[in-house]
Protein backbone atom coordinates (compact mmCIF):
# COMPACT_ATOMS: atom_id res chain seq x y z
CA UNK A 1 0.00 0.00 0.00
CA UNK A 2 1.19 3.53 -1.25
CA UNK A 3 1.23 6.51 1.18
CA UNK A 4 -1.73 8.77 0.25
CA UNK A 5 -0.42 11.94 -2.07
CA UNK A 6 0.45 14.50 -0.46
CA UNK A 7 0.16 17.18 -2.76
CA UNK A 8 -1.85 19.55 -0.84
CA UNK A 9 0.44 19.49 2.41
CA UNK A 10 0.81 23.21 3.14
CA UNK A 11 4.58 24.05 4.01
CA UNK A 12 3.67 26.32 7.27
CA UNK A 13 6.80 27.58 8.66
CA UNK A 14 6.15 26.93 12.09
CA UNK A 15 5.91 22.72 11.67
CA UNK A 16 9.12 22.88 9.73
CA UNK A 17 10.95 25.49 12.60
CA UNK A 18 9.22 23.04 15.44
CA UNK A 19 10.02 19.84 13.73
CA UNK A 20 13.89 21.04 13.07
CA UNK A 21 14.11 21.82 16.91
CA UNK A 22 12.13 18.45 18.00
CA UNK A 23 14.41 16.11 15.66
CA UNK A 24 17.49 17.97 16.34
CA UNK A 25 17.90 19.96 13.25
CA UNK A 26 18.60 23.43 14.18
CA UNK A 27 18.27 24.82 18.03
CA UNK A 28 18.82 28.71 18.78
CA UNK A 29 22.50 29.37 19.33
CA UNK A 30 23.63 29.69 23.72
CA UNK A 31 19.47 29.21 24.11
CA UNK A 32 19.61 28.46 27.76
CA UNK A 33 21.18 32.08 28.09
CA UNK A 34 18.26 32.98 26.07
CA UNK A 35 20.09 32.91 22.36
CA UNK A 36 21.49 35.24 20.53
CA UNK A 37 20.20 36.77 17.37
CA UNK A 38 21.05 35.54 13.95
CA UNK A 39 22.87 32.54 14.98
CA UNK A 40 22.28 29.07 15.01
CA UNK A 41 23.68 24.96 15.98
CA UNK A 42 22.98 22.08 14.37
CA UNK A 43 21.86 19.68 16.31
CA UNK A 44 22.75 15.65 15.54
CA UNK A 45 20.20 15.35 12.38
CA UNK A 46 21.22 18.99 11.32
CA UNK A 47 24.76 18.47 11.70
CA UNK A 48 24.64 15.51 8.79
CA UNK A 49 22.00 17.17 6.66
CA UNK A 50 24.61 20.20 6.10
CA UNK A 51 27.71 18.34 6.07
CA UNK A 52 26.10 15.98 3.42
CA UNK A 53 24.97 19.12 1.11
CA UNK A 54 28.99 20.49 1.85
CA UNK A 55 30.19 16.94 1.21
CA UNK A 56 28.16 16.55 -2.53
CA UNK A 57 28.97 19.99 -3.77
CA UNK A 58 31.98 19.00 -3.00
CA UNK A 59 32.17 16.18 -4.62
CA UNK A 60 30.34 17.05 -7.39
CA UNK A 61 32.07 20.50 -8.08
CA UNK A 62 35.71 19.06 -7.33
CA UNK A 63 36.54 15.90 -6.95
CA UNK A 64 34.57 14.25 -9.47
CA UNK A 65 34.85 17.02 -11.97
CA UNK A 66 36.64 14.83 -14.70
CA UNK A 67 39.51 17.71 -15.90
CA UNK A 68 40.01 15.76 -19.36
CA UNK A 69 36.22 15.77 -20.10
CA UNK A 70 34.05 18.43 -21.98
CA UNK A 71 30.50 18.65 -19.95
CA UNK A 72 27.61 19.55 -21.16
CA UNK A 73 27.09 23.12 -22.11
CA UNK A 74 30.87 24.02 -21.68
CA UNK A 75 33.31 25.68 -24.02
CA UNK A 76 35.91 22.87 -23.17
CA UNK A 77 37.68 20.90 -20.29
CA UNK A 78 38.39 22.94 -17.36
CA UNK A 79 40.52 21.76 -13.58
CA UNK A 80 38.95 21.92 -10.02
CA UNK A 81 40.84 22.71 -6.75
CA UNK A 82 39.92 23.56 -3.47
CA UNK A 83 41.91 25.65 -0.82
CA UNK A 84 40.84 26.29 2.93
CA UNK A 85 41.84 29.88 3.98
CA UNK A 86 41.62 32.18 7.17
CA UNK A 87 38.52 33.58 8.22
CA UNK A 88 40.89 36.56 9.33
CA UNK A 89 43.25 37.91 6.76
CA UNK A 90 45.11 41.33 6.26
CA UNK A 91 42.62 44.25 6.47
CA UNK A 92 44.25 45.42 3.57
CA UNK A 93 42.41 42.78 1.33
CA UNK A 94 39.09 44.57 2.60
CA UNK A 95 39.87 47.57 1.96
CA UNK A 96 41.39 46.72 -1.73
CA UNK A 97 38.34 44.55 -2.47
CA UNK A 98 36.33 47.67 -1.88
CA UNK A 99 34.23 45.92 1.61
CA UNK A 100 35.70 48.36 4.04
CA UNK A 101 34.43 51.21 2.34
CA UNK A 102 31.38 49.53 0.38
CA UNK A 103 29.97 46.76 2.25
CA UNK A 104 27.12 48.63 3.90
CA UNK A 105 23.89 48.38 3.81
CA UNK A 106 21.68 51.43 4.97
CA UNK A 107 19.58 51.25 8.24
CA UNK A 108 16.91 53.74 9.81
CA UNK A 109 16.36 53.76 13.91
CA UNK A 110 13.22 54.39 14.90
CA UNK A 111 13.50 57.50 17.94
CA UNK A 112 10.42 55.85 20.35
CA UNK A 113 11.41 52.33 20.28
CA UNK A 114 14.94 52.27 20.19
CA UNK A 115 14.74 49.42 17.49
CA UNK A 116 16.54 49.34 14.21
CA UNK A 117 15.48 48.42 10.63
CA UNK A 118 16.75 47.79 6.93
CA UNK A 119 15.89 50.70 5.54
CA UNK A 120 15.48 48.52 1.72
CA UNK A 121 13.53 46.16 3.92
CA UNK A 122 11.20 48.36 5.68
CA UNK A 123 7.60 48.25 3.79
CA UNK A 124 3.97 50.21 4.27
CA UNK A 125 1.04 51.76 2.46
CA UNK A 126 -0.75 54.77 2.29
CA UNK A 127 -3.98 55.12 3.96
CA UNK A 128 -6.05 58.21 4.82
CA UNK A 129 -8.95 58.67 7.56
CA UNK A 130 -10.69 61.49 9.31
CA UNK A 131 -8.51 64.00 6.82
CA UNK A 132 -4.82 62.41 7.99
CA UNK A 133 -2.78 60.75 5.49
CA UNK A 134 0.16 58.50 6.75
CA UNK A 135 2.62 56.24 5.60
CA UNK A 136 1.74 53.36 8.05
CA UNK A 137 4.90 50.76 7.70
CA UNK A 138 5.93 47.41 8.86
CA UNK A 139 9.86 45.45 8.69
CA UNK A 140 9.53 43.28 5.62
CA UNK A 141 7.11 41.93 3.62
CA UNK A 142 5.91 38.64 4.35
CA UNK A 143 2.47 36.21 3.59
CA UNK A 144 0.44 38.36 6.34
CA UNK A 145 1.96 42.20 5.30
CA UNK A 146 -1.56 43.88 3.97
CA UNK A 147 -2.86 42.26 7.45
CA UNK A 148 0.00 43.86 9.79
CA UNK A 149 -0.62 47.10 8.34
CA UNK A 150 -4.38 47.59 8.38
CA UNK A 151 -4.27 46.14 12.17
CA UNK A 152 -1.47 49.32 12.56
CA UNK A 153 -3.70 51.34 10.82
CA UNK A 154 -6.52 50.89 12.50
CA UNK A 155 -4.59 50.92 15.94
CA UNK A 156 -3.30 54.67 14.99
CA UNK A 157 -6.68 56.01 14.09
CA UNK A 158 -8.20 54.15 16.98
CA UNK A 159 -10.68 52.19 15.13
CA UNK A 160 -12.43 48.97 15.74
CA UNK A 161 -11.84 45.85 12.78
CA UNK A 162 -15.60 46.25 12.19
CA UNK A 163 -14.94 50.14 10.98
CA UNK A 164 -11.90 48.91 8.67
CA UNK A 165 -13.92 49.87 5.84
CA UNK A 166 -13.08 53.67 7.07
CA UNK A 167 -10.00 53.56 6.20
CA UNK A 168 -8.93 54.76 2.57
CA UNK A 169 -5.74 52.74 1.19
CA UNK A 170 -4.23 54.78 -1.59
CA UNK A 171 -1.97 52.59 -3.86
CA UNK A 172 0.20 49.77 -3.18
CA UNK A 173 2.78 48.28 -0.66
CA UNK A 174 5.91 49.76 -1.20
CA UNK A 175 9.26 50.41 0.21
CA UNK A 176 10.14 53.40 2.57
CA UNK A 177 12.54 53.98 -0.37
CA UNK A 178 9.95 56.02 -1.68
CA UNK A 179 8.56 58.61 0.47
CA UNK A 180 10.80 61.64 0.97
CA UNK A 181 8.60 63.40 3.90
CA UNK A 182 9.25 60.74 7.47
CA UNK A 183 7.15 63.12 9.18
CA UNK A 184 4.03 60.98 7.97
CA UNK A 185 5.50 57.83 8.27
CA UNK A 186 4.38 55.23 11.36
CA UNK A 187 7.79 53.39 12.01
CA UNK A 188 7.34 49.47 12.36
CA UNK A 189 6.93 49.58 15.84
CA UNK A 190 6.01 52.93 16.69
CA UNK A 191 2.87 54.52 18.11
CA UNK A 192 3.40 58.14 16.78
CA UNK A 193 4.61 59.49 13.64
CA UNK A 194 7.95 60.76 12.54
CA UNK A 195 10.03 58.63 14.80
CA UNK A 196 12.47 56.94 12.28
CA UNK A 197 15.67 58.53 11.52
CA UNK A 198 17.23 59.34 8.17
CA UNK A 199 18.68 56.43 6.63
CA UNK A 200 22.46 55.93 7.64
CA UNK A 201 25.06 53.57 6.47
CA UNK A 202 26.56 50.27 8.66
CA UNK A 203 29.16 48.77 8.09
CA UNK A 204 28.63 44.43 8.11
CA UNK A 205 31.96 43.74 8.79
CA UNK A 206 32.70 41.99 12.32
CA UNK A 207 35.60 43.99 13.75
CA UNK A 208 38.41 42.70 16.10
CA UNK A 209 41.79 43.03 16.95
CA UNK A 210 44.67 40.66 16.39
CA UNK A 211 47.05 41.07 19.22
CA UNK A 212 47.54 41.71 22.65
CA UNK A 213 47.01 45.55 21.83
CA UNK A 214 43.82 46.83 20.85
CA UNK A 215 44.50 50.02 18.99
CA UNK A 216 43.82 51.29 15.69
CA UNK A 217 46.82 49.52 14.20
CA UNK A 218 45.99 46.11 15.27
CA UNK A 219 41.98 46.40 13.72
CA UNK A 220 41.01 43.14 11.61
CA UNK A 221 37.90 42.18 10.14
CA UNK A 222 36.01 38.66 10.05
CA UNK A 223 35.24 38.00 6.42
CA UNK A 224 32.26 38.49 4.85
CA UNK A 225 32.65 36.15 1.88
CA UNK A 226 35.38 33.12 1.48
CA UNK A 227 35.93 34.45 -2.13
CA UNK A 228 38.85 36.78 -0.97
CA UNK A 229 40.49 34.16 0.50
CA UNK A 230 40.98 32.68 -3.08
CA UNK A 231 42.17 36.05 -4.74
CA UNK A 232 44.84 36.19 -2.67
CA UNK A 233 45.73 32.90 -3.19
CA UNK A 234 45.71 32.64 -7.14
CA UNK A 235 49.47 33.03 -7.59
CA UNK A 236 50.08 30.37 -5.56
CA UNK A 237 47.58 27.68 -6.05
CA UNK A 238 49.10 28.22 -10.06
CA UNK A 239 52.39 28.03 -8.98
CA UNK A 240 52.44 25.12 -6.41
CA UNK A 241 50.05 22.97 -9.04
CA UNK A 242 50.01 22.53 -12.49
CA UNK A 243 46.50 23.77 -13.26
CA UNK A 244 46.01 26.07 -16.21
CA UNK A 245 43.26 28.62 -17.54
CA UNK A 246 40.82 27.56 -17.39
CA UNK A 247 40.10 26.62 -14.21
CA UNK A 248 38.10 26.88 -10.61
CA UNK A 249 39.22 27.06 -6.82
CA UNK A 250 36.41 25.59 -4.40
CA UNK A 251 36.73 26.85 -1.02
CA UNK A 252 33.94 26.31 1.74
CA UNK A 253 33.85 28.08 4.91
CA UNK A 254 32.28 30.48 7.87
CA UNK A 255 31.55 34.18 6.66
CA UNK A 256 30.47 36.63 9.13
CA UNK A 257 28.04 39.54 8.48
CA UNK A 258 26.53 42.21 11.46
CA UNK A 259 23.01 41.71 9.22
CA UNK A 260 21.12 44.75 10.76
CA UNK A 261 18.30 42.25 10.88
CA UNK A 262 18.92 38.73 10.68
CA UNK A 263 15.43 36.51 10.37
CA UNK A 264 13.43 33.87 8.83
CA UNK A 265 15.27 31.70 10.62
CA UNK A 266 18.45 30.72 9.35
CA UNK A 267 18.28 32.55 5.64
CA UNK A 268 19.71 35.33 7.27
CA UNK A 269 22.08 34.77 9.84
CA UNK A 270 25.04 36.43 11.21
CA UNK A 271 27.40 33.71 10.63
CA UNK A 272 26.55 31.08 8.18
CA UNK A 273 29.41 29.34 5.64
CA UNK A 274 29.63 29.56 2.08
CA UNK A 275 30.50 27.06 -0.77
CA UNK A 276 32.20 29.30 -3.43
CA UNK A 277 33.79 29.14 -6.51
CA UNK A 278 36.42 31.46 -8.63
CA UNK A 279 36.43 30.18 -12.35
CA UNK A 280 39.45 32.11 -13.84
CA UNK A 281 39.18 32.04 -17.77
CA UNK A 282 40.48 34.15 -20.22
CA UNK A 283 38.89 37.01 -21.08
CA UNK A 284 37.37 35.96 -24.39
CA UNK A 285 35.41 32.92 -23.19
CA UNK A 286 34.10 34.09 -20.13
CA UNK A 287 30.74 35.11 -21.27
CA UNK A 288 30.37 31.19 -22.35
CA UNK A 289 31.72 29.98 -18.82
CA UNK A 290 29.35 32.19 -17.03
CA UNK A 291 26.73 31.21 -19.05
CA UNK A 292 28.02 27.59 -18.26
CA UNK A 293 28.24 27.68 -14.50
CA UNK A 294 24.49 29.65 -14.42
CA UNK A 295 22.82 26.51 -15.94
CA UNK A 296 25.12 24.00 -14.24
CA UNK A 297 24.50 25.37 -10.79
CA UNK A 298 20.49 25.59 -11.39
CA UNK A 299 20.60 22.01 -12.19
CA UNK A 300 22.81 21.00 -9.38
CA UNK A 301 19.50 22.18 -6.82
CA UNK A 302 17.60 20.11 -9.07
CA UNK A 303 19.33 16.78 -9.22
CA UNK A 304 19.22 17.02 -5.05
CA UNK A 305 15.52 16.93 -5.51
CA UNK A 306 14.53 20.74 -5.63
CA UNK A 307 11.55 20.92 -7.07
CA UNK A 308 12.23 23.40 -10.26
CA UNK A 309 8.37 25.08 -9.87
CA UNK A 310 9.60 26.75 -6.39
CA UNK A 311 13.05 27.45 -7.88
CA UNK A 312 14.16 29.74 -10.24
CA UNK A 313 17.47 31.51 -12.41
CA UNK A 314 16.76 35.36 -12.23
CA UNK A 315 19.20 37.09 -14.15
CA UNK A 316 19.46 40.79 -12.92
CA UNK A 317 18.63 43.92 -14.86
CA UNK A 318 21.21 46.17 -16.02
CA UNK A 319 20.59 48.87 -12.70
CA UNK A 320 21.03 45.70 -10.65
CA UNK A 321 24.61 45.10 -11.88
CA UNK A 322 27.78 46.23 -10.03
CA UNK A 323 29.97 48.15 -11.90
CA UNK A 324 32.24 45.47 -12.58
CA UNK A 325 29.70 42.70 -13.80
CA UNK A 326 28.60 42.14 -17.27
CA UNK A 327 26.27 39.19 -16.04
CA UNK A 328 24.99 38.33 -12.60
CA UNK A 329 22.05 35.67 -11.87
CA UNK A 330 20.41 34.63 -8.74
CA UNK A 331 19.45 30.99 -8.09
CA UNK A 332 16.50 31.52 -6.21
CA UNK A 333 13.89 29.36 -4.16
CA UNK A 334 10.09 30.06 -3.09
CA UNK A 335 10.66 29.51 0.72
CA UNK A 336 7.32 29.32 2.44
CA UNK A 337 7.96 32.49 4.81
CA UNK A 338 7.87 34.44 1.90
CA UNK A 339 4.68 35.98 0.15
CA UNK A 340 3.28 34.12 -2.52
CA UNK A 341 5.37 34.94 -5.46
CA UNK A 342 8.07 35.86 -3.62
CA UNK A 343 11.62 34.04 -4.02
CA UNK A 344 14.84 33.94 -1.76
CA UNK A 345 18.57 33.71 -3.08
CA UNK A 346 19.93 30.38 -2.46
CA UNK A 347 23.33 31.30 -4.91
CA UNK A 348 24.67 34.21 -6.96
CA UNK A 349 26.25 33.48 -10.07
CA UNK A 350 28.59 36.73 -11.17
CA UNK A 351 30.85 37.41 -14.16
CA UNK A 352 33.19 39.70 -12.23
CA UNK A 353 35.31 40.54 -15.17
CA UNK A 354 38.99 41.18 -13.89
CA UNK A 355 37.65 43.22 -11.12
CA UNK A 356 39.53 41.02 -8.03
CA UNK A 357 42.49 39.82 -9.43
CA UNK A 358 43.74 43.99 -10.85
CA UNK A 359 42.54 45.39 -7.55
CA UNK A 360 44.91 43.34 -5.68
CA UNK A 361 47.04 43.89 -7.99
CA UNK A 362 46.74 47.60 -8.09
CA UNK A 363 44.50 48.79 -5.55
CA UNK A 364 42.51 50.43 -8.22
CA UNK A 365 38.67 50.42 -7.11
CA UNK A 366 36.00 52.44 -9.83
CA UNK A 367 35.60 56.12 -9.23
CA UNK A 368 32.29 55.32 -9.99
CA UNK A 369 31.25 53.43 -6.40
CA UNK A 370 32.55 56.27 -4.71
CA UNK A 371 35.84 58.40 -4.13
CA UNK A 372 37.67 56.58 -1.67
CA UNK A 373 39.05 58.50 1.31
CA UNK A 374 42.59 58.07 0.74
CA UNK A 375 43.60 56.93 4.55
CA UNK A 376 47.63 56.73 5.45
CA UNK A 377 48.96 53.91 6.89
CA UNK A 378 51.48 53.90 9.71
CA UNK A 379 53.92 54.10 6.77
CA UNK A 380 52.65 56.77 5.19
CA UNK A 381 51.44 54.96 2.04
CA UNK A 382 47.97 54.55 1.08
CA UNK A 383 46.23 52.27 3.04
CA UNK A 384 44.12 51.14 0.24
CA UNK A 385 46.76 50.16 -1.93
CA UNK A 386 46.79 46.79 -3.57
CA UNK A 387 49.65 44.01 -3.59
CA UNK A 388 51.62 44.97 -6.43
CA UNK A 389 52.12 42.24 -6.99
CA UNK A 390 52.26 40.17 -10.63
CA UNK A 391 48.62 38.68 -10.79
CA UNK A 392 48.91 38.49 -14.27
CA UNK A 393 48.63 35.03 -16.10
CA UNK A 394 51.09 33.83 -19.60
CA UNK A 395 49.72 31.54 -21.61
CA UNK A 396 52.57 29.20 -22.28
CA UNK A 397 51.36 28.40 -25.70
CA UNK A 398 50.81 31.53 -27.62
CA UNK A 399 52.56 33.63 -25.08
CA UNK A 400 49.79 35.74 -24.09
CA UNK A 401 49.87 37.49 -20.71
CA UNK A 402 46.17 38.97 -19.11
CA UNK A 403 44.36 39.16 -15.88
CA UNK A 404 41.84 36.57 -15.91
CA UNK A 405 38.44 37.11 -15.77
CA UNK A 406 36.80 35.49 -13.04
CA UNK A 407 33.02 33.93 -12.83
CA UNK A 408 32.18 33.34 -9.44
CA UNK A 409 28.95 31.06 -8.47
CA UNK A 410 28.75 32.00 -4.44
CA UNK A 411 26.47 29.67 -2.43
CA UNK A 412 24.86 29.73 1.00
CA UNK A 413 25.36 25.88 2.88
CA UNK A 414 22.90 27.26 5.37
CA UNK A 415 20.14 28.70 2.73
CA UNK A 416 20.61 25.57 0.75
CA UNK A 417 20.05 23.52 3.63
CA UNK A 418 16.95 25.29 4.94
CA UNK A 419 15.89 24.79 1.15
CA UNK A 420 16.01 20.89 1.09
CA UNK A 421 14.27 21.39 4.96
CA UNK A 422 11.45 23.46 3.74
CA UNK A 423 11.04 21.18 0.24
CA UNK A 424 11.29 18.02 2.22
CA UNK A 425 8.52 18.32 4.70
CA UNK A 426 5.27 16.49 4.06
CA UNK A 427 1.99 15.39 5.73
CA UNK A 428 0.92 12.30 4.17
CA UNK A 429 -0.91 9.31 5.40
CA UNK A 430 0.90 5.94 6.03
CA UNK A 431 -1.02 2.09 7.12
CA UNK A 432 0.28 1.46 10.83
CA UNK A 433 0.29 -2.52 11.64
CA UNK A 434 -3.03 -3.55 11.09
CA UNK A 435 -3.36 -1.39 8.00
CA UNK A 436 -5.27 1.49 9.61
CA UNK A 437 -3.97 4.68 7.82
CA UNK A 438 -2.08 7.23 10.33
CA UNK A 439 -0.90 10.48 10.02
CA UNK A 440 2.47 11.10 9.50
CA UNK A 441 5.06 13.92 9.30
CA UNK A 442 7.71 12.75 6.52
CA UNK A 443 10.94 14.48 5.52
CA UNK A 444 11.25 13.75 1.76
CA UNK A 445 15.36 14.53 1.30
CA UNK A 446 16.97 12.82 -1.03
CA UNK A 447 18.80 9.87 -0.18
CA UNK A 448 22.45 11.50 -0.62
CA UNK A 449 21.35 14.28 2.00
CA UNK A 450 19.42 12.23 3.94
CA UNK A 451 21.04 12.46 7.74
CA UNK A 452 20.26 8.56 8.55
CA UNK A 453 20.44 6.58 5.11
CA UNK A 454 18.96 3.69 6.76
CA UNK A 455 17.63 1.92 9.91
CA UNK A 456 17.56 -1.60 11.37
CA UNK A 457 14.39 -2.81 13.14
CA UNK A 458 14.49 -6.06 15.00
CA UNK A 459 10.90 -6.78 14.30
CA UNK A 460 10.12 -7.63 17.66
CA UNK A 461 12.78 -7.91 20.76
CA UNK A 462 12.83 -12.46 20.20
CA UNK A 463 15.78 -14.15 20.54
CA UNK A 464 17.48 -14.42 17.04
CA UNK A 465 15.76 -11.44 15.07
CA UNK A 466 17.85 -8.82 18.17
CA UNK A 467 21.16 -10.63 16.90
CA UNK A 468 20.80 -10.30 13.60
CA UNK A 469 19.56 -6.84 13.60
CA UNK A 470 22.48 -5.50 15.76
CA UNK A 471 25.01 -7.47 13.30
CA UNK A 472 23.55 -6.04 10.30
CA UNK A 473 23.82 -2.85 11.75
CA UNK A 474 27.20 -3.45 12.78
CA UNK A 475 27.96 -4.26 9.27
CA UNK A 476 26.03 -1.29 7.16
CA UNK A 477 27.92 1.01 9.78
CA UNK A 478 31.08 0.76 7.96
CA UNK A 479 29.23 2.31 4.79
CA UNK A 480 27.34 5.22 6.08
CA UNK A 481 25.20 6.57 8.96
CA UNK A 482 22.94 3.92 10.23
CA UNK A 483 20.53 3.88 12.98
CA UNK A 484 19.42 1.18 15.24
CA UNK A 485 16.10 0.78 16.73
CA UNK A 486 14.69 -2.21 18.91
CA UNK A 487 11.78 -0.11 21.32
CA UNK A 488 7.93 0.08 20.32
CA UNK A 489 5.97 -0.69 17.94
CA UNK A 490 7.40 -1.54 14.47
CA UNK A 491 5.06 1.22 12.74
CA UNK A 492 6.02 4.10 15.52
CA UNK A 493 9.86 3.08 14.73
CA UNK A 494 8.97 3.53 10.87
CA UNK A 495 7.50 7.18 11.40
CA UNK A 496 10.09 8.32 13.81
CA UNK A 497 12.54 7.86 11.06
CA UNK A 498 9.92 9.45 8.24
CA UNK A 499 10.40 12.61 10.44
CA UNK A 500 14.16 12.86 9.93
CA UNK A 501 13.84 11.61 6.38
CA UNK A 502 15.50 8.16 6.74
CA UNK A 503 15.15 7.11 2.89
CA UNK A 504 15.21 3.55 3.74
CA UNK A 505 14.04 1.30 6.87
CA UNK A 506 15.21 -2.76 7.31
CA UNK A 507 13.34 -5.50 9.14
CA UNK A 508 14.15 -8.02 10.56
CA UNK A 509 11.18 -10.55 11.13
CA UNK A 510 10.13 -14.14 11.51
CA UNK A 511 11.34 -15.09 8.11
CA UNK A 512 14.79 -13.85 8.54
CA UNK A 513 15.23 -16.44 10.96
CA UNK A 514 14.57 -19.44 8.27
CA UNK A 515 16.15 -17.67 5.13
CA UNK A 516 18.23 -15.03 5.96
CA UNK A 517 16.49 -12.14 4.56
CA UNK A 518 15.03 -8.93 5.45
CA UNK A 519 12.36 -6.30 4.69
CA UNK A 520 13.50 -3.10 2.86
CA UNK A 521 10.73 -0.18 2.98
CA UNK A 522 10.79 2.54 1.31
CA UNK A 523 10.26 5.80 2.99
CA UNK A 524 8.42 7.78 0.07
CA UNK A 525 6.21 4.56 -1.80
CA UNK A 526 5.82 2.39 1.43
CA UNK A 527 6.74 -0.59 -0.80
CA UNK A 528 8.00 -3.18 0.88
CA UNK A 529 10.57 -5.83 -0.21
CA UNK A 530 13.12 -8.96 0.78
CA UNK A 531 16.20 -9.15 0.06
CA UNK A 532 19.17 -11.38 1.48
CA UNK A 533 20.78 -10.14 4.07
CA UNK A 534 24.70 -9.97 2.38
CA UNK A 535 22.65 -7.46 -0.26
CA UNK A 536 21.36 -5.33 1.91
CA UNK A 537 24.07 -2.38 1.23
CA UNK A 538 24.16 -2.90 -2.49
CA UNK A 539 20.65 -2.40 -2.45
CA UNK A 540 20.85 0.89 -0.91
CA UNK A 541 24.14 1.87 -2.21
CA UNK A 542 22.50 2.44 -5.72
CA UNK A 543 20.26 5.37 -4.34
CA UNK A 544 22.76 7.23 -2.93
CA UNK A 545 25.03 7.54 -6.14
CA UNK A 546 25.21 10.66 -7.67
CA UNK A 547 22.26 11.23 -10.55
CA UNK A 548 23.63 14.22 -12.63
P1 LIG B 1 21.33 38.89 0.40
O1 LIG B 1 21.00 39.87 -0.71
O2 LIG B 1 20.26 37.88 0.66
O3 LIG B 1 21.86 39.54 1.63
P2 LIG B 1 23.83 38.66 -0.87
O4 LIG B 1 23.50 38.95 -2.31
O5 LIG B 1 24.44 39.71 -0.05
O6 LIG B 1 22.54 38.03 -0.14
P3 LIG B 1 26.17 37.19 -1.49
O7 LIG B 1 27.07 38.23 -0.99
O8 LIG B 1 26.02 37.02 -2.97
O9 LIG B 1 24.71 37.38 -0.83
O10 LIG B 1 26.56 35.83 -0.79
C1 LIG B 1 26.48 34.58 -1.48
C2 LIG B 1 25.56 33.62 -0.76
O11 LIG B 1 25.88 33.56 0.64
C3 LIG B 1 24.08 34.02 -0.80
O12 LIG B 1 23.48 33.61 -2.00
C4 LIG B 1 23.54 33.26 0.40
O13 LIG B 1 23.26 31.91 0.06
C5 LIG B 1 24.70 33.30 1.38
N1 LIG B 1 24.47 34.35 2.37
C6 LIG B 1 24.76 35.67 2.24
N2 LIG B 1 24.40 36.34 3.35
C7 LIG B 1 23.88 35.41 4.20
C8 LIG B 1 23.35 35.48 5.53
N3 LIG B 1 23.30 36.62 6.20
N4 LIG B 1 22.90 34.34 6.11
C9 LIG B 1 22.96 33.16 5.44
N5 LIG B 1 23.46 33.04 4.20
C10 LIG B 1 23.92 34.15 3.57
Avoid at 128 to 140: A, H, K, N, S
Amino acid sequence: MSAQTSQQTVKSMDKIVALCRRRGFLFQSSEIYGGLNGFWDYGPMGVELKRNIKQAWWHDMVTSHNELLTPPGAPGPYAMVGVDTTIIMHPQVWKVSGHYDLFHDMMVDCRETKRRYRYDQVVGRWVQYGGQRIFVTTDEEGPQTEQDLLQRALKFFKLRSKNAEELQWDGPVQPLKCVQDFSVVLGPDAKSLGTLTQPREFNLMFKTYVGALAGEENVAFLRPETAQGIFVNFKNVLDSTRVKIPFGIAQIGKSFRNEITPRYFTFRSREFEQMEIEFFCHPKESQQWYKYWRDRRFQWYVSLGLDSQRLRLREHGAEELSHYSTGTADIEYAFPFLPPGKFGELEGIAHRGDFDLRSHMEGKLDPNTRPLQVELGPDGKPRWRGSGKDLTYRDEVTGERYVPHVVEPSAGADRAALAFLCEAYDEDQAPDEKGNPQNRVVMRFHPRLAPIKVAVFPLVKKEGMVEIARDIYGQLKKHANVFYDEKGAIGRRYRRQDEVGTPFCITVDGQTLEDRTVTIRDRDTLRQWRVKIDDCWSEIEKHLQPTH
